[in-house]
């Protein structure tokens, strides 16, 4: 069981404070002395470092204008854990490391975070000397990319740093996760072998597996989770209290959004076809929405279409990574656009002579 207590910030430098707590983590007690603390069944100090006491293995991820600080958990006066946390000159964690020691070596992990709190990177270590880096990467400060890399040290035959996984994060256009592509990359696969390598596939959303849902076909998630950007300001409009009905699979059949006085402001009904969510309807005093949704024979979603009071007003087609998307002005296509993985690629106007209701 690893237990960690990130919350503590040394407060003055050079000082040594201890906390107690009768149960792992839990609240802890501030204590004035080690002999008070450790008479609990876990205490833990917090010990400002310098530069040349940190241990070797986070030395290189050490800045000179960041503070260092030792947390050492005891479990009935015995050390348990240890856990060093790297903090910039703004407060802010940018490494988080907890490393065990045994005889057979050292494990635990390693976190690395940037500026702006983001994950950047993981270590998982072995006992054996064998570490799993995973490198996160973004863009805009939205997850696109992670690699994960086999890493040992030793003699020079017996060295290895080699990467075994990429992971691609795709997202709709209102911002949700649609699908992560993970390849795993064999040896022969790096050497230039690209059909040794595998593919795995995570679309989003995703049912939950369970003994009582074995086909994966319960869906309990309120219908931002469907990512329709015509419905997306009043699916997260401000409401005082949402109210959700579900049938006895667990679908979503209706959202009822209240203001504080208990007074309703709109409703969202959903409409299915088997697992499938085929309509979403918005109806309040001064609006009416529709979004209507098609799926291939794999359960693709493949189309959808926006009304506003039964009028068409826009319609997307998905062509693998392609989003096809068709604006309409009284009943007859205006403007075409086309999107590739989530970035305008093209736009042009429709002539209403050459257009029509497609």
Do not use: C
Request: net charge negative; no cysteine; glycine share 8%.
């Amino acid at each position: 069981m690893m237990i960690l207590f990130s919350g503590f910030i040394a407060a003055q430098e050079g000082t040594v404070r201890w906390y107690s707590s009768n149960s792992a983590g839990m609240a802890l007690e501030a204590q004035y002395s080690r002999a008070a603390a450790l008479r609990n069944e876990y205490s833990l100090s917090i010990i400002p470092l310098g530069a040349d006491e940190i241990p070797g293995d986070l030395k290189g991820f050490y800045d000179e204008s960041w503070s260092v600080e030792l947390r050492t958990l005891y479990k009935d006066a015995k050390e348990d854990r240890r856990q060093f946390i790297f903090i910039d000159a703004h407060g802010t964690t940018r490494l988080n490391a907890v490393l065990v020691q045994e005889d057979s070596g050292s494990h635990g992990f390693i976190e690395r975070f940037d500026e702006n709190k983001l994950l950047v990177e993981t270590h998982q270590i072995q006992e054996d000397g064998l570490a799993y880096i995973t490198g996160y990467f973004y863009r805009n400060q939205v997850l696109v990319r992670a690699e994960t890399r086999r890493v040992k040290k030793g003699d020079e035959d017996e060295e290895e740093n080699r990467l075994i996984s990429t992971d691609t994060y795709r997202y709709t256009r209102a911002n949700a996760l649609r699908l992560v592509e993970r390849i795993f990359h064999s040896a022969a696969a790096e050497a230039g072998d690209s059909e040794d390598e595998e593919i795995h596939q995570f679309r989003f959303p995703s049912f939950s597996l369970t003994p009582q849902n074995p086909e994966g076909t319960e869906f309990v998630f309120p219908s931002v989770a469907y990512g329709s950007e015509f419905l997306r300001d009043l699916i997260l409009s401000d409401a005082f209290r949402v109210l959700y009905t579900t049938d006895d699979r667990g679908r979503v059949l209706t959202e009822t959004r209240q203001d504080e006085s208990g007074k309703v402001v709109g409703e969202i009904i959903n409409t299915w076809s088997g697992d499938k969510l085929v309509a979403i309807e918005w109806k309040s005093e001064d609006e009416e929405r529709r979004a209507e949704y098609e799926y291939d024979g794999n359960g693709n979603r493949i189309t959808e279409r926006n009304y506003k009071k039964d009028v068409l007003e826009r319609m997307v087609s998905l062509e693998g990574s392609r989003e096809v998307e068709y604006l309409y002005m009284n009943g007859a296509a205006v403007l075409r656009a086309v999107w590739e993985d989530g970035r305008k690629i093209s736009e042009e106007r429709i002539r209403p002579s050459a257009g029509g209701q497609r």
